[in-house]
């Protein structure tokens, strides 16, 4: 065989087994996306429909074969998608909505809807066909998912195609219009976030101290509960040393009498010649046991007289420490402070946070706890255990239910949901599927965080792999079913015409906004630039904002404006199709 016949041989397997072919173009794609050129990348999203639309466009020109892949396996994955971008930001959008304050919803809104009015209208102007102005809503604001609310109103009859253009030039449009500016506006927000306050006349460097002086950056802030990073142990300041029993008054005494009388200490482990045992055993003590004790470093220097001399007994300090939200449930200790707790509670382990409706609250001894709260403690299983019993509690220290269970409920939940329509002059609107299961996610992860013992932390690990699996298979599918249409949205001068537009819903929303808040609202500049790079929905360009300012600070204003556009350029993509 010659190359022109292997190479027909592997396109004719490709076309006949449509999965060879969305694999290979997701295993092509992830690491041409990876490659930089002066530190431009595509993204393993553009690079997998990079890869898919040139397999299939080669497999139709050059061999006359197209590559039909299932709707439904294209249905599913993009509704796995938005689940797992709405269990990211619905932590965010709640309780960022209302600690974040107005100045970043309203900087949110204006980017999201200067893009959308820059697209719909200037699409109009420059006499763009169907699909342009979605895919380049999608593209400018690196969306890719707006691509799927818009492939969603194909595909459910909301959108129809005008006389002489088939549904599947449509879609080629959308990826097309999608493909320029998603590559252009990537690199061009970086830059924009990156050099506007230098634009402006402002000292991004100066900014970024000014607003740690102003946010306290010395504050412990603690990983909202059920989600990524709760479990973090940090540096605590707590210490496990080891003392020998020398006084005859702690003999007998067992381990739960002892943490009575000494609450902010706790005995975790006791060691008698070769037998070791947990706080768990409750075992009495005798002369000339080894005890391993935990709490507060000063506390335990101030209790080794009383004690005994501290030896150095590694099993006495081997106490395996973990961290566990408790969410309080009915019990004699609601309405009481830190420090009441403490006193009876406390089995030795630290608070490290208190969150109430989403919100942490400072840990003071006289912070008082009510029904709901949740606390987050540090300690060992045992001492947690004990801990939540007497709070009425279960500490959770990973997902009490399946992550199955969620996932196969809020697909039903929104596919169910995304069907109704309602049709107004004439004009049929609908959720949408996949936007039901964005909106059931952020619903689902709203409850968790409010209460742990609804599911507990979902791995970000398993939501991070549920949210590029889906994405990616959905734009394979999706090149395939464009690449061999897609030469035909380049024609003329239609490429000059998206990059221009493009560019220009990419870059002036957020130089709005950033005029809004540096003269209207006299915003500090760091958190301002983290507030449009989130508007923007642009990680890369907050990053960006980070290193010129030298500081972490442009974060603050990130969430907000990120999880409230995510949701609304969604809307907005699909408005532009069915309108």
């Given amino acids: 065989m010659n190359i022109s016949e292997i190479f027909g041989f592997v396109f004719g397997y490709i076309a006949h087994n449509p999965f060879v072919f969305l694999f290979l173009a997701i295993a092509i794609g992830y690491p041409l996306g990876k490659v930089s050129i002066k530190g431009i990348s595509l993204g393993s999203t553009a690079g997998t429909l990079v890869a898919g639309v040139a397999i299939a466009l080669t497999a139709f020109s050059v061999y006359g074969l197209k590559i039909e892949e299932p709707g439904l396996v294209s249905d599913i994955f993009l509704m796995m998608f938005m689940y797992a971008i709405g269990m990211k930001v619905g932590p965010q959008f709640f309780s960022g909505l209302a600690r974040g304050g107005l100045d970043f919803v309203v900087i949110g809104l204006i980017v999201v809807f200067s893009n959308f009015l820059i697209v719909y209208f200037g699409a109009k102007l420059l006499d763009l066909a169907p699909g342009y102005a979605a895919g380049i809503i999608s593209g400018s604001y690196t969306v890719t998912a707006v691509m799927g609310v818009a492939q969603s109103a194909i595909s459910s009859g909301a959108f129809k195609a005008p006389a002489g253009m088939t549904l599947d030039q449509v879609s080629a449009n959308i990826a097309a219009g999608y493909a320029i500016s998603y590559i252009l506006s990537s690199v061009f927000i970086i830059l924009l976030i990156k050099y506007l306050p230098a634009m402006f006349g402002v000292d991004p460097v100066k900014a970024g101290k000014d607003a740690e002086a102003e946010f306290g950056v010395g504050d412990d802030i603690e990983a909202l509960p059920s989600t990524n990073g709760f479990s973090n142990i940090g540096v605590l300041p707590l210490d496990i040393r080891a003392y020998k029993v020398e006084h005859q008054e702690l003999v007998g005494q067992s381990i739960e009498s002892l943490f009575q009388r000494f609450p902010h200490t706790a005995i975790l482990k006791v060691v008698r010649g070769n037998d070791v045992f947990d706080a768990s055993d409750n075992p009495k003590l005798q002369l000339g046991d080894v005890i391993g004790i935990r709490g507060d470093y000063h506390v335990l220097i101030d209790d080794a007289a009383f004690v005994g001399e501290e030896v150095d007994e590694p099993r006495a300090r081997n106490v395996d420490i973990e961290v566990a939200d408790i969410h309080l449930g009915k019990s004699d200790f609601s309405g009481k402070s830190i420090n009441e707790i403490s006193e009876k509670v406390g089995f030795g382990v630290y608070i490290k946070a208190l969150f109430r409706q989403g919100h942490q609250l400072p840990v003071t001894g006289q912070a008082v706890v009510e029904v709901g709260d949740v606390l987050r403690v540090?300690?060992?299983?045992?001492?947690?255990?004990?801990?939540?019993?007497?709070?009425?509690?279960?500490?959770?220290?990973?997902?009490?239910?399946?992550?199955?269970?969620?996932?196969?409920?809020?697909?039903?939940?929104?596919?169910?949901?995304?069907?109704?329509?309602?049709?107004?002059?004439?004009?049929?609107?609908?959720?949408?599927?996949?936007?039901?299961?964005?909106?059931?996610?952020?619903?689902?992860?709203?409850?968790?965080?409010?209460?742990?013992?609804?599911?507990?932390?979902?791995?970000?690990?398993?939501?991070s792999f549920l949210q590029d699996i889906g994405l990616s298979l959905f734009v394979a599918v999706l090149a395939a079913t464009v690449g061999p249409k897609i030469l035909a949205s380049f024609q003329g001068i239609v490429v000059i015409k998206i990059a221009a537009l493009g560019l220009t819903a990419a870059l002036v929303p957020p130089l709005l906004a950033w005029i809004y808040g540096l003269y209207f609202r006299k915003m500090n500049p760091a958190i301002l630039a983290g507030a449009c790079a989130g508007g923007r929905n642009s990680t890369p360009a907050m990053k960006g904002a980070q290193d010129v300012c030298q500081s972490d600070m442009p974060a603050v204003g990130y969430p907000v404006p990120y999880a409230l556009t995510s949701m609304i350029v969604l809307v907005l993509g699909y408005l532009t199709m069915v309108i």
């Fill in 378 to 463: 540090a300690g060992s299983d045992w001492c947690v255990q004990q801990v939540a019993k007497k709070l009425n509690s279960t500490p959770i220290v990973e997902s009490t239910l399946t992550e199955t269970f969620y996932l196969a409920l809020s697909l039903l939940i929104g596919y169910i949901c995304g069907h109704f329509s309602v049709t107004l002059g004439g004009i049929p609107f609908a959720l949408g599927t996949s936007a039901g299961c964005m909106l059931t996610g952020i619903i689902f992860s709203f409850l968790r965080t409010r209460n742990p013992t609804f599911g507990g932390p979902m791995s970000e690990g398993a939501r």
